[in-house]
């Protein structure tokens, strides 16, 4: 098991067992791994976007605009369920992404009431560009992994969100 802090996950749970033998701690080996985990894949993440002057939630709008497929753009609210954040920040990340040239806020013709986020040609080449760099730090993390560990965690850690998102 990793070791963080000086404690391994099983001497963790062995010692809340011994301490607390009336509580079920089985659970802190599966979810201190978890949260290891994405504290490293967070901390990767980071590092890789910083090279590129952007952070996680700019690269969230990028991205959710490029996968929606030409013209890349969406409007505000679905850009705000499909990031799952609030309207204020999307408006906030909008307005960053504004201010860097990668999007543009369009308004529907003929009414003009319908507003949509849509990545400018910069944008495009931005997240096409970050994309690489992104999935080849995600890869390096990986890389421990056999391809039959790959598909067991995929399969496992699916079917759990799955349960537990609606």
Do not use: K, Y
């Not at 009431?113 to 400018?120: A, E, N, P, S």
């Not at 992994?145 to 998102?165: I, Y």
């Amino acid at each position: 098991m990793s070791e963080f802090a000086g404690e391994r996950v099983g001497e963790i749970v062995a010692a809340w067992a011994r301490e607390r033998p009336d509580v079920d701690v089985s659970s802190i080996a599966v979810l201190t791994p978890l949260w290891r985990l994405a504290a490293r894949a967070t901390e990767n993440r980071v590092r890789v976007l910083a090279e590129h002057g952007i952070e996680q939630s700019h690269v969230d709008v990028l991205g959710t605009l490029r996968r929606a497929g030409a013209p890349f753009r969406l409007t505000a609210g679905e850009l705000t369920r499909r990031c799952r954040v609030t309207a204020g920040a999307t408006t906030q990340r909008v307005q960053a992404m504004e201010r860097l040239g990668l999007v543009e806020r369009v308004r529907e013709e003929p009414d003009r009431r319908t507003v949509h986020v849509q990545l400018t040609a910069d944008g495009v080449a931005a997240v096409d560009r970050i994309l690489g760099d992104v999935m080849a730090g995600d890869e390096l993390m990986l890389s421990g992994l056999t391809s039959a560990e790959r598909a067991t965690l995929e399969t496992a850690l699916g079917g759990w969100l799955e349960r537990l998102e609606p």
